[in-house]
């Protein structure tokens, strides 16, 4: 299979538009949760961050309603396009139910990825208003009038952190999806 042109069937396409809705889904409430605890550890970071990035949110709701919402706006798509990806490497190749249960560990393993990579983040975020990384973060924290700058730089880096972690997971799932899929292809 070309990774740049595959070739599937129509209802191979059909497959890979319900995997990365299921992927949506699932990405969207890893946002969720992930937002109501980082939420719990800086509320700034949400009120005078996140709520200008999500300008189009209601600022009068309550905050963790806000919070929610923010979550899982900000991971539906990422769910999305990880599950479209890993459906592209395996749908052509698998049975529909093996392709899900192959995708959908490649899921977990980005979402143990997203979230291992968040609590080391948290540990290693300046714990110290003297601590030599804070002047990095001075300009922000001025301009959004940060009245915790440990607990919003801690936010900071967890999510900056899941991001990342997230990204590692899904290259190291597609990666193994790739190099462990079976050799003769079985038609959808």
Same mark, same amino acid.
């Given at each position: 299979?070309?990774?740049? #042109?595959?070739?599937?069937?129509?209802?191979?396409? @059909?497959?890979? *538009?319900v995997?990365?809705l299921?992927? /949506?889904?699932?990405?969207?409430?890893? @946002?969720?949760?992930?937002d109501?605890?980082? *939420?719990?550890? !800086?509320?700034?970071? +949400?009120?005078?961050?996140?709520?200008?990035?999500?300008? #189009?949110?209601?600022? /009068?709701a309550?905050?963790?309603?806000?919070?929610m919402?923010? @979550? +899982?706006l900000?991971?539906?798509?990422?769910?999305?396009?990880? &599950? %479209?990806?890993? &459906?592209?490497?395996?749908?052509?190749?698998?049975?529909?139910?093996? $392709?899900?249960?192959?995708?959908?560990? !490649?899921? !977990? @393993?980005?979402?143990?990825? $997203?979230?291992?990579?968040?609590?080391?983040a948290?540990?290693? &975020?300046?714990?110290? *208003? &003297?601590?030599?990384?804070?002047?990095? %973060?001075?300009?922000?924290?001025?301009? #959004?009038?940060?009245?915790?700058?440990l607990? +919003?730089?801690?936010?900071? #880096?967890?999510?900056?952190?899941?991001?990342? !972690?997230g990204?590692?997971?899904?290259?190291?799932?597609?990666?193994?999806?790739?190099?462990?899929?079976?050799?003769?292809?079985?038609?959808?």
């Amino acid at each position: 299979m070309n990774l740049l #042109y595959p070739r599937f069937t129509l209802r191979q396409f @059909g497959w890979m *538009l319900v995997f990365g809705l299921i992927g /949506s889904i699932i990405a969207g409430l890893y @946002g969720i949760v992930h937002d109501q605890i980082t *939420l719990r550890l !800086g509320v700034e970071y +949400f009120t005078k961050f996140k709520l200008l990035q999500f300008y #189009y949110l209601d600022p /009068s709701a309550p905050i963790h309603i806000t919070a929610m919402k923010i @979550g +899982f706006l900000a991971t539906w798509w990422v769910g999305f396009f990880a &599950a %479209w990806f890993m &459906a592209r490497l395996t749908l052509p190749h698998e049975s529909v139910p093996q $392709a899900a249960r192959r995708c959908a560990s !490649g899921v !977990g @393993g980005m979402m143990i990825a $997203a979230a291992t990579l968040a609590l080391m983040a948290a540990q290693w &975020a300046p714990k110290s *208003l &003297a601590d030599p990384r804070l002047p990095a %973060w001075e300009d922000m924290l001025i301009s #959004y009038n940060i009245q915790d700058p440990l607990a +919003f730089i801690r936010v900071g #880096y967890i999510h900056n952190a899941s991001y990342l !972690g997230g990204l590692l997971g899904l290259l190291a799932a597609l990666f193994w999806l790739r190099v462990t899929r079976p050799v003769k292809a079985t038609p959808v």
